[in-house]
């Protein structure tokens, strides 16, 4: 209001126009119109930690376990809200419309150039970097990989000459560095066992990519099958482009680049299939031996020959919870059956009276207006919905 | 002035939220399929097996406490 008092002031008495807009931007003070963006959650959470202190502080004062129960409760719940709050998240379909464009430009490039040769990614022994992820197309369908002295050399450059070829950042590179950074460690100190068993549940419930992903192993290939991934719609348009089977969609590749870190050798991906709804997704890979050719020639006992299910299903630790509720569960009913045990033998009471009637002014106190059938049916709950969540994760192996 | 709660009170509570917490992260749970519930899952469920274990720590003292007693 004020500036604009000023603006109008100055217009009455003839000022120049400029003279009077260099006074009301002047004034105009950005931090000042900062606006405070509170969200719900945020609100909530504060309303709960005051409504939750002051219940608390008011129950102390007064004596009242109610209220006691009431703050706690707020309080606890808001601590709760404060700390599940989750990273930022972005619409699907900015997703899908961000991953397809450099691809196809990628494509358009390739085609262009009349590159025929198959993506290569290549392992850190020819990058200067060993955190980089770099894939080398050739010219030729039967191209040669260059020495790693060479790549070592241009890593920077586009093109090759001899070998005539292209070296390229793959589309999953960063995903790659995102699975590192998650895993807390880099590809390239770990071998492929170590992918294998860890790359499950990176991408299932660390970063919940896709809801089921299975690899499996054979000499030197190795097969992937990943269900409803969160790429399934690039899939669909980047499987009408002609280098996707060769490069990848962003999240075969950035396996691609976990591979040839971990393994040290070059891998290609040698197959892309995509069921038809787009729910299924498998892609083949094979690790090539020597560098000077693509002839694979991987000694056996290097790699793992047998099937690797989802190791994580065996672990112990996706069963805690359950274990845990049970546990909870099967403490409440014991405690349940002795006081009944203890009430029956000494004092004669009738199971009936027991469960149902109060426990005020008696030796085994369970709190305000707490009977012995609410520990039961707290207990009982918790010891079924235990079990029915272990057997429900045991069914799923 | 005292706090109204005895500690089987908060046993109780702790034991009951527990169970909320613990029901609520397993069928939240990826292992089940993708839900679309914008909560950060590994660290509910952290808390709740945090406030389960705390549960089972004030068993512990009460099993503690009886056999003192006797």
């Known amino acids: 209001m004020e500036s604009r008092d000023v603006f109008l002031k100055k217009t009455k008495k003839g000022e120049s126009n400029m003279e009077t807009l260099r006074i ?38 007064y004596v009242s376990s109610i209220l ?48 025929k040769g198959k993506a290569i990614y290549l392992p850190p022994k020819y990058l200067k970097d060993p955190e980089a992820s770099k894939i080398y197309i050739s010219k030729h369908k039967d191209g040669k990989l260059p020495k790693p002295e060479l790549t070592l050399k241009h ?84 499987n009408k482009l002609y280098v996707y089977p060769s490069i990848g969609c962003p999240l075969s590749s950035a396996i691609a680049c976990a591979l040839t870190k971990a393994t040290g050798k070059p891998v290609t991906i040698e197959n892309m299939q995509q069921s038809e709804e787009g729910k299924i997704l498998e892609a083949t890979y094979r690790i090539l031996g020597k560098t000077e050719t693509f002839l694979p020639e991987i000694k056996p006992e290097e790699l793992l020959t047998e099937p690797i299910q989802l190791q994580i299903r065996k672990r112990f630790l996706p069963n805690l919870a359950s274990l845990l509720l049970t546990a909870i569960g099967s403490i409440l009913l014991t405690e349940v059956a002795w006081v009944t045990f203890y009430d029956m033998t000494l004092w004669g009471k009738d199971i009936a ?12 106190s369970l709190g305000i207006g707490i009977k012995i059938i609410h520990h039961f049916l707290i207990g009982l709950a918790s010891f079924l919905s235990g079990m029915l969540t272990y057997l429900r994760r045991r069914s799923k192996v | 002035m005292q706090f109204p709660l005895s500690f089987w009170d908060i046993s109780l509570w702790l034991a ?55």
């Open chain 1, 353 to 364: 009276v027991i469960f149902l009637g109060s426990r005020t002014g008696e030796a085994i």
């Open chain 1, 24 to 61: 009301f931007n002047k004034q105009r003070n950005p931090e000042a119109r900062k606006k405070h963006e509170t969200s719900l959650t945020k609100a909530a959470i504060w309303t709960f930690f005051i409504v939750g202190s002051v219940a608390l502080l008011t129950s102390i004062v």
């Open chain 1, 68 to 115: 006691t129960f009431i703050g706690l409760g707020l309080v606890f719940w808001g601590a709760l809200l404060l700390y599940i709050q989750p990273e930022q998240y972005t619409k699907k379909a900015i997703l899908d419309a961000t991953v397809i464009p450099p691809i196809a430009t990628l494509n358009q490039i390739i085609q262009e150039l009349d590159y």
């Open chain 1, 155 to 238: 890593e920077n450059q586009l093109f090759f000459q001899n070998p005539q070829g292209i070296l390229l950042t793959p589309p999953g590179t960063q995903l790659s560095n995102l699975f590192e950074k998650r895993l807390d460690t880099s590809f390239a100190k770990t071998d492929l066992k170590y992918v294998t068993q860890n790359m499950p549940k990176l991408i299932v419930e660390d970063l919940e990519i896709a809801e089921n992903i299975e690899i499996e192993t054979n000499y030197n290939t190795i097969k992937i099958r990943i269900t409803n991934s969160t790429f399934k719609e690039a899939h669909k348009e980047d």
């Open chain 2, 16 to 70: 009951i939220t527990a169970i909320i917490l613990l029901i609520t992260s397993e069928l939240i749970s990826p292992y089940y399929g993708k839900s679309k519930i914008p909560i950060n899952k590994q660290k509910l469920r952290n808390a709740a097996l945090i406030v389960g274990i705390l549960f089972l720590v004030t068993v512990i003292i009460r099993v503690y406490e009886i056999i003192i007693s006797t």
